[in-house]
């Protein structure tokens, strides 16, 4: 199965959570917690790592069961077929499988090669949590395994341990680095606001004021001004 | 088959518009429920005169006044409806409208906390009179009055904006009062709202509703053919198959309390005609079409006579149009003004895709010309329709200004107010996506802010060399003062309501 479509690389990493407990809370639910802790937007670790289209982090207690509707009603007329109904539903029904450990998922979405993402995230992945500086280890550190993770070669041959193949792409994007994708979403709301405030005017004084604006959003320089990673309002 | 209705169970307004059968003057009552057992009393004296929607409109021995009544999820709470019942609610309606604001984008001057002080009240119960004059209303408000008085346990909530019988501004009305536009005589009732425009042209036309195939035209659902056919009854009355040929999933047990009831949504939408005004004049100094074109590129239709823009895209075309119109017959006319699609205008070049109507209603137009994109052209629309049947409020006093009290009272009717009315308001009014315009908002009635004023494009035809035309600095039109939503019984529900007697078991 393809983990690639075009430049774009989707990345889902299955990573076991230690069956623990420490100090009356299961390595879960700290795990879990740590989550629900990570900042957002601009101020999200994934805004960091280089070249992160979209990506997600949840904990996972277990595995869906699909069943197939019974009928529940007081009483009805199909109450008196369901004896015989009720046994062929049972007898058709999937089985009921159990994950043997939570997992921590991580999925994401990025332009570019895996390991120099992975790197990015081992260097780049920081955030404050109440004052503290926090890398990746801290997410990662009760999940199976993850004590052996040192550097980043380590940490990019543990991740590929936890990959699973992902054929799922995020259609909101183009193919380009992000930096390309930011730049060109300012571009194109920087010209809007340009075309709108400049209508009906004279050819000459038009150009004139596409120099300006030319000056003002350097569309050669991918650095700014541009739209930062992660920002969520203009 | 043609769906019979059962008329003498369904509530008058609802098959049939009450304004377009010369009900022009409406009055909206208001109550709380303080004792189940004498609030149900008076829910079953009040039913003894609820119009049903088997009484004659119009001609010799027709009705003049009509009476009806809803409820909120709170007002059944308070009528003391089995819990089984109460639960099969869905929760659009158990939250009411105001804490559905992030989604019907009710913020700054709309912000339920600005709503008019009977909204800060616990409403119960909703009564409208409509009359054929001013008389008629009033007889019937005393008649309720009384019902009141006898029986107790109710009282009648004050605390509507308007104006007392000198004219002057209060804030605590026992009822709000709603009625056509007349014409400067003060006599010839028009279809005119505030901003001139004229209303109440297109409305959906569902299974059962006539046996008159010309009404269906531009108004039902538009099939693969090109023909139009009237929607499944079920998209605006319960206990009927709708359009995913399913039972509605918004009815409460038992089938008696649901069926032939629907929702409505009440709301009322104070307009800023000042600032329309005001800003109608400055855009279309630039604007090469003029005034009156701009102002229906923003409806969809023009002002003076409702010519949809789609046929009428230019001061050419619509002299043209005019012209034919004026030398038509009423059956001819009421085809002009409904028969045509966005189809024929896929680039928005005609009636832009931010104009009210456009928006409001697309027409089967959303598969952007990939052929056979969904399995009928109107997959996507059928399913977000709604019956308008309010009337405007107030006068304008000044036209400079936005003070006063004047707008109109909302009130569109639905089997699931959520699928139909909020995906309307919250994915087609304040958002784009589905009409591949960005974050641009719906030009009347977005919720458009002086922080980040609105803009849109109007596009012109591909190839002609022209640039398109951008309406800028939109303001906030159109503000909202007030609303719920009600849940309106089948009269057998009212009666079931009132004897205390709804067993879901
Ligand atoms: C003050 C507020 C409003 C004004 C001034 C206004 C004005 C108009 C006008 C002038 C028309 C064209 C005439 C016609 O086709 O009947 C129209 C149509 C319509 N409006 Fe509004 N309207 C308002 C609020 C709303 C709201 C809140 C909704 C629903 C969310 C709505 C839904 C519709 C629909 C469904 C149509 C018919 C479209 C069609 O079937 O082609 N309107 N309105």
């Known amino acids: 199965m393809a983990n690639t479509s075009g430049k774009a690389t989707a990345l889902t990493v299955l990573s076991p959570i230690v069956n623990q407990i420490i100090d009356g809370k299961s390595c879960a639910d700290i795990t879990r917690e740590r989550c629900y802790r990570l900042p957002i937007h601009e101020k999200s670790p994934l805004a960091k790592v280089p070249n992160t289209y979209l990506a997600r982090l949840f904990v996972l207690d277990n595995v869906y069961y699909e069943s197939l509707t019974a009928s529940d009603s007081i009483f009805n007329f199909s109450e008196i077929t369901s004896i015989f109904s009720d046994s062929a539903r049972l007898k058709a029904l999937p089985r009921k499988d159990q994950l043997k450990s939570k997992y921590l998922v991580f999925s994401t979405n990025f332009h570019g090669d895996l390991d120099e993402y992975l790197t990015g995230m081992w260097e780049k992945w920081s955030y404050d949590d109440n004052g503290q500086q926090r890398g990746v280890q801290h997410i990662w550190e009760h999940c199976v395994a993850f004590d052996g993770v040192k550097d980043s070669s ?22 380009d680095s992000l930096q390309e994708q930011l730049k060109s979403l300012y571009l194109k709301q920087e010209f809007s606001k340009f075309a709108a405030a400049n209508q009906g005017k004279s050819a000459a004084d038009l150009q004139q004021a596409f120099k300006v604006f030319i000056e003002k959003v350097q569309p050669e320089n991918l ?12 | 088959m043609t769906q019979n209705l059962d008329l003498t169970d369904i509530q008058g307004n609802i098959v049939k518009a009450y304004g377009s059968s010369g009900f022009f003057k409406a009055r909206y009552l208001f109550l709380r429920v303080d004792d189940g057992d004498k609030g149900r009393d008076f829910v079953g004296a009040i039913t003894s005169k609820v119009t049903s929607a088997n009484e004659k409109l119009k001609g010799d021995d027709a ?10 999820y709170a007002g059944l709470q308070a009528l003391e409806l089995p819990t089984a019942s109460l639960v099969g609610f869905p929760s659009d309606f158990v939250m009411g409208m105001s804490k559905r604001k992030d989604i019907l984008g009710d913020d700054g001057p709309s912000d339920p906390k600005y709503w008019d002080k009977i909204w800060q009240e616990k409403v119960h119960i909703w009564i409208s009179i409509n009359g054929k004059t001013s008389d008629v209303v009033e007889e019937r408000y005393q008649w309720i009055l009384q019902q009141i008085k006898a029986t107790g346990g109710v009282t009648l909530l004050r605390g509507h904006c308007g104006e007392d019988g ?6 605590d009305l026992p009822y709000q009062d709603a009625s056509v536009l007349y014409e400067k005589d003060g006599v010839t009732p028009t279809a005119k709202e505030h901003f001139g425009y004229t209303d109440g042209i297109g409305d959906p036309v569902f299974d059962g509703q006539t046996n008159n195939a010309a009404r269906v035209i531009g108004r039902g659902k538009l099939t693969r053919s090109g023909d139009w056919v009237p929607l499944a009854t079920g998209e605006f009355i319960l206990g009927h198959v709708d359009e995913a040929m399913e039972y509605p999933q918004t009815a409460p047990r038992p089938d008696l309390l649901s069926n032939n009831g629907t929702y409505m949504v009440y709301r009322k939408l104070h307009e800023n005609v000042g600032t329309f005004n005001k800003f109608l004049d400055e855009q279309s100094k630039d604007y090469p079409g003029g005034k009156e074109l701009l102002a229906a590129k923003f409806s969809g239709r023009w002002r003076d006579n409702g010519a949809p823009l789609v046929h009428t895209p230019d001061n050419e075309s619509k002299a043209e149009w005019d012209k034919k119109f004026a030398a038509a017959d009423d059956a001819t006319q009421k085809r002009m003004l409904t028969d045509f699609t966005y189809n024929e205008d896929i680039s928005g070049a005609k009636c832009p895709f931010s104009a009210h109507t456009r928006r409001i209603n697309p027409r089967g137009s959303l598969e952007y010309g990939v052929k056979d994109a969904f399995h009928t052209p109107g997959a996507l629309v059928d399913r977000r329709r709604i019956l308008r049947r309010g009337l405007p409020y107030g006068k304008v006093k000044d036209e400079t200004s936005d003070k006063g009290n004047h707008g109109i009272i909302f ?18 009014i304040n958002y784009a996506n589905d009409f591949k315009q960005g974050n641009d908002k719906e030009v009347l009635l977005g919720n458009h802010s002086s922080k980040d004023p609105g803009k849109v494009v109007l596009q012109v035809e591909p190839g002609s060399g022209k640039p398109p035309h951008f309406v800028n600095n939109i303001p906030r039109l159109v503000e909202t003062r007030g609303g719920d939503y009600f849940f309106i019984p089948s009269i057998g529900a009212l009666k079931l309501i009132a004897g205390g007697l709804v067993d879901p078991t």
């Open chain 2, 166 to 171: 000198n004219g002057n501004a209060v804030d």
């Open chain 2, 63 to 72: 009705l003049t006044v009509t009476t009806n009544m809803a409820f909120t």
């Open chain 2, 411 to 428: 009130m569109a009717l639905n089997a699931d107010i959520k699928r139909q009315f909020e995906f309307v308001q919250q994915q087609w």
């Open chain 1, 223 to 234: 650095d700014q001004p541009s739209w930062v990673p992660g920002q969520s309002t203009p």
């Open chain 1, 154 to 175: 380590s940490f990019i041959s543990y991740m590929k341990r936890c990959q699973l193949d992902a054929t799922l792409f995020f259609n909101g994007s183009t193919d």
